[in-house]
Every structure is written in C-alpha cells, then in structure tokens.
C-alpha cells in the first residue's frame, strides 16, 4: 500500500513541475505528500489563494507559512493516503492548472500593498514602511502579535478606568 501512495505522490510531483510554475519542497521518502511552493512571487498570486480557489473544485489542500525561521515561506501540502489513486493525482495537477490559469486573468490582489493603519500610535496596521518609501508587508504573525498587544493595552486601560474614583 504504501508503494501505491509513493507512486502517486510522484505522478502529482512530477504533475506539478511539468506546469513550471511550482518548486517541490518535500523530500521522497518518508510519509507520502507532496508539498509546493510558487516560483514566481511576482505574478500578484499567492499559496493561501491557490488553496482558496481549488475548494471551489472540491479540493482542500491546506496552504500554510512555515515555523519561525522560514517565515518568509509558504507552502501547499498534499498528503497521499490510500484512497488518493492515480487518477485523482492527475485530476489534481489538472484542477491546479485550471486555478492557475484562472488566478492570471484576475488583477493582482491590493492586500499585500496596502496598509490598514499604518500608524505607530497603537493602531493596527498591515504594512511596514520600509527603506526610500517602499512597503514590506507585514508576517501574519507580527500582525497577530500586534492585535494581540493592542487589545492587551485596551483592556488594560478599560481595567485601569473602573478602579477610577468619581
């Protein structure tokens, strides 16, 4: 069985490079699955919208930013159990094709280069200025840590306003 899984998870990998589009990021041995990266960052697309798109073709393939050091990737992953046969290996890389094609038609999503707040003043905000005027978008969870630490401050300072004597 677990020859089965090996041989599809290498009919979706070589699927997947033949497109040109992606970069395999997981080893062949070990646990089937198969997980992938975008090469080309700058097409205005990114992983999470991949995954977004292909739920619509019944997929669900989890697209998700790696640990703390590698922050800065993001990767689809596909596990291959027994059920997944050959077939819907090569209606996988089928159904991506067509996301792809789809996702070049749309206008680049605005999310990656606007600002929510960008105040520093204890606003929330989606985007870092960066150097001659240039916006670094922020990690998911530097913004988290943000909202976390704004909330924080609020309800302190609500906490702090009702031990006020009147």
Not at 59 to 76: E, G, N, R
Not at 142 to 147: F, H, K, L
């Amino acid at each position: 069985m677990m020859d089965n899984c090996h041989d599809n998870a290498m009919v979706l990998k070589e699927g997947l490079e033949k497109t040109g589009r992606f970069k395999i990021v997981s080893k062949d041995i070990g646990v089937p699955l198969v997980a992938f990266s975008l090469k080309d960052q700058n097409r205005g697309h990114n992983e999470f919208e991949i995954a977004e798109t292909l739920r619509r073709f019944g997929w669900i393939v989890p697209a998700y930013t790696m640990p703390a050091d590698a922050k800065h990737i993001t990767v689809l992953r596909v596990v291959i159990r027994e059920d997944f046969s050959r077939t819907l290996a090569e209606r996988l890389v089928l159904d991506i094709t067509k996301v792809m094609h789809e996702l070049d038609a749309l206008p680049a999503k605005p999310s990656s280069k606007m600002s929510i707040n960008g105040n520093e003043n204890g606003k929330i905000s989606g985007s870092l200025e960066g150097k001659n005027g240039t916006v670094v978008k922020k990690t998911a969870m530097e913004t988290q840590r943000e909202i976390t630490t704004y909330w924080k401050n609020f309800v302190m300072a609500k906490k702090s306003d009702k031990n006020k004597i009147c």
